[in-house]
């Protein structure tokens, strides 16, 4: 029988596996240049608005 629980259920399972995938500081040092660096050539090329688009 439902509960009522399922979007307390739904969020601690998401915390549970944000918590789980923590990246080191180097690691996260490491993704956020290259995020800028992405960005930077995109901007560059004009294609910034497209970013992201399938």
Not at 10 to 23: C, G, N
Request: hydrophobic fraction near 40%; charged fraction near 25%; proline fraction near 2%.
């Amino acid at each position: 029988m439902f509960t009522g629980t399922l979007i307390d259920e739904l969020i601690s399972t998401v915390e549970r596996a944000e918590t789980s995938f923590r990246l080191d500081p180097e690691q996260e040092s490491k993704l956020e240049y290259w995020y800028a660096v992405a960005q930077n050539e995109l901007a560059s090329q004009g294609t910034y608005e497209l970013a992201g688009v399938a």
